[in-house]
């Protein structure tokens, strides 16, 4: 196992367990349960992109485990799209910011923060912090995983990850897009308004008519 294997490793439990940690500090302390990604009853449009979403997050987890200790062997197999060490770091790096933002907007979100559509609370719209910045950090935090376990074991296996995974978070701000807009309206057609979507030059508007 290589040093980048090591440091892969680490930032996979980092991420792991601030995840968890969320998950049940909100369960134990505000009797929350954050996780509804594909639960109860919602739109088609919305459950299927959740599903999506559980599907590729999934993969992205199995790709990411399996790329730490089998890399070579699977490399080997279906082949190197590039094979540099210094790459692999910048691949480390990258997913060593996306961990920290993700991390970063749970903590700022507060009892706010969901694992998919809640339909049945009405939460909080936070709009400082990180969130002065990007409507969806968290899933900048995400992209930037996905990029960075790509960059980091780069063969067709992690593409076709990082290009699924993409895929299925964007179609999912869009459905959380849509739920926001009915939750909080006008106060949130402003705040799309003057904060990107992603960050810097993804700043894509949504328009009310999208809810």
Do not use: C
């Not at 440091?7 to 439990?13: A, D, F, N, R, Y």
């Not at 919305?46 to 890399?71: G, P």
């Not at 609370?121 to 992209?143: E, M, Q």
């Amino acid at each position: 196992m290589q040093i980048t294997d090591i440091i892969s490793m680490v930032l996979l439990i980092i991420f792991g367990t601030g995840y968890i940690l969320k998950l049940v500090l909100l369960k134990q302390r505000e009797k929350i349960n954050a996780n509804v990604l594909a639960k109860g009853t919602k739109d088609f449009s919305i459950y299927s992109a959740e599903m999506f979403v559980r599907v590729s997050s999934s993969l992205w987890l199995l790709a990411w485990v399996s790329e730490i200790i089998f890399h070579h062997q699977i490399s080997s197999v279906i082949g190197f799209l590039f094979n540099n060490i210094y790459t692999a770091y910048i691949g480390i790096m990258i997913t060593a910011v996306g961990v920290g933002i993700f991390i970063l907007a749970t903590i700022v979100m507060k009892s706010s923060w969901r694992v998919g559509i809640d339909k049945t609370t009405k939460t909080t719209l936070v709009t400082d912090g990180i969130y002065n910045f990007s409507r969806n950090p968290a899933f900048v935090g995400f992209n930037l995983m996905f990029i960075g376990l790509f960059a980091t074991y780069a063969n067709l296996f992690t593409l076709i990850v990082l290009v699924i995974n993409l895929l299925a978070f964007h179609l999912l701000i869009l459905q959380e897009e849509k739920h926001l807009f009915s939750m909080f309206g006008d106060e949130y057609e402003r705040y799309t308004r003057k904060v990107p979507r992603y960050f810097l030059i993804f700043y894509w508007t949504v328009k009310s008519s999208n809810h």
